[in-house]
């Protein structure tokens, strides 16, 4: 079956770190770029961060820049996004996306909870 | 505050048409294609219409998009009332270096 599934979410306290993953199967998770949109609740979409292929070139979006940092491993079908120095507006349901070559993100997975909270 | 302007509503009854529109601008809608994402309650977004006006398959034709200059819009014929959902428009950003989205439009099928 073709899927993207997230983990790592969960409660954290301000100015603190969680790294999310993303295990993707059923498809040749290195011939996509990956991409981490999240969803404040009860809001829009929100692009975070984004890697081509093999992980030579990432992108992040002003309001993550210098505490996010996106990665994967090809070899074990992953996609990981470190994020430090949380803070109360990272609270989201994140999910990643496989991005297409016009930047369409044709799959997605379900999210995983990410609560920045004292 | 999104980069990509959609109206915050809409809506329609059973067999209507209904248009959803996206305004960006030269940085994004004017260079780059436009993607719509379907999201229905509790659920993850799925791809509507990319590259403009391309649907996946799986798709129904009464799903479609058109773009000209720096506007997008997206045109759903034959409204049903499983089409009640959340519409989003997205487009790369040169500028910004980012991918950006609009802030979302709720349908409702009245």
């Known amino acids: 079956e073709v899927q993207l599934v997230e983990s790592g979410g969960g409660v954290v306290r301000p100015g603190g770190s969680l790294r999310l993953s993303c295990a993707a199967s059923g498809f040749t998770f290195d011939d996509y770029g990956m991409s981490w949109v999240r969803q404040a609740p009860g809001k829009g979409l929100e692009w975070v961060s984004g890697i081509n292929w093999n992980g030579g070139s990432t992108g992040y979006a002003d309001s993550v820049k210098g505490r996010f940092t996106i990665s994967r491993d090809n070899a074990k079908n992953s996609l990981y996004l470190q994020m430090n120095s949380l803070r109360a507006e990272d609270t989201a349901l994140y999910h990643c996306?496989?991005?297409?070559?016009?930047?369409?993100?044709?799959?997605w997975g379900q999210g995983t909870l990410v609560t920045v909270s004292s | 505050q999104s980069v990509l302007t959609q109206p915050p509503s809409a809506s329609g009854t059973p067999g209507q048409r209904v248009t959803i529109s996206c305004s960006g601008s030269?940085?994004?809608?004017?260079?780059?294609?436009v993607n719509w994402y379907q999201q229905l309650p509790g659920t993850a977004p799925k791809l509507l219409i990319y590259?403009?006006?391309q649907r996946p398959s799986g798709v129904p034709d009464r799903f479609s998009g058109s773009k000209s200059g720096t506007s997008a819009s997206l045109a759903i014929s034959g409204l049903q009332s499983e089409d009640e959902a959340d519409y989003y428009c997205?487009?790369?950003?040169?500028?910004?270096?980012?991918?950006?989205f609009g802030g979302g439009t709720k349908l409702t099928v009245l």
């Open positions: 997205a487009a790369w950003d040169d500028s910004l270096n980012g991918g950006v």
């Open positions: 996306a496989s991005s297409g070559a016009e930047w369409e993100l044709a799959l």
């Open positions: 590259s403009n006006n």
């Open positions: 030269s940085s994004n809608i004017g260079s780059n294609t």
